[in-house]
């Protein structure tokens, strides 16, 4: 709601400031408040209240790790587990052990944020990007194969014909495919 008004532009900048603060005083207090009991619903609010919610932990370190990841795993929509990554990555300290535990998670959505946020933190490729190559996620295929290109010599039209010839599985051949390789 705050974003309607904002966006509107009918106040001033201190107007609106001083709005912001109000209301993340009045959020942080509640959220607060309701942390323990409400955790595990947040999930199931309706998506805009959610996403306010989602973005408010992006925005500010109200949770502890445990709390965004517990989070992380309830939320079933790409927004919301991006919001949610995102925070992690924000308000925790970095950590390669626990971005390999995201890069191996059930969710694209989190595995490619994972893979930009590694490389914005690296600026260089990482020993096993290559298997990101055969992740069923295009996305994640195309920035991991981006990233070899980038920092690598490696033949990534090779690497494909390769792995074709081991396990000719259906994204290997839509990689080749995509590549005019066939």
Avoid at 69 to 86: D, S
Wanted: aromatic content about 10%; proline content about 3%.
């Amino acid at each position: 709601m705050l974003e309607k008004v904002k966006n509107a532009k009918r106040r001033s900048d201190a107007q609106i400031c001083s709005l912001e603060i109000q209301a993340e005083n009045l959020i942080r207090h509640k959220f607060q408040s309701l942390l323990h009991e409400t955790l595990n619903e947040i999930p199931k609010y309706e998506i805009q209240i959610k996403n306010a919610v989602y973005r408010f932990i992006k925005k500010n370190p109200v949770l502890d790790r445990a709390q965004t990841e517990h989070l992380l795993a309830l939320e079933r929509t790409g927004y919301g587990q991006m919001l949610l990554i995102l925070a992690i990555f924000c308000h925790y300290h970095y950590d390669d052990r626990l971005a390999g535990k995201y890069l191996c998670s059930k969710s694209a959505v989190v595995r490619y944020h994972t893979l930009v946020y590694r490389y914005e933190q690296k600026h260089d490729a990482w020993p096993g990007l290559q298997a990101m190559l055969l992740d069923p996620s295009r996305r994640i295929r195309d920035y991991a194969a981006y990233i070899l290109e980038k920092h690598t010599n490696m033949d990534i039209r090779a690497f494909y014909l390769q792995e074709l010839e081991r396990n000719p599985s259906k994204f290997v051949l839509n990689s080749i495919r995509r590549q005019d390789i066939i």
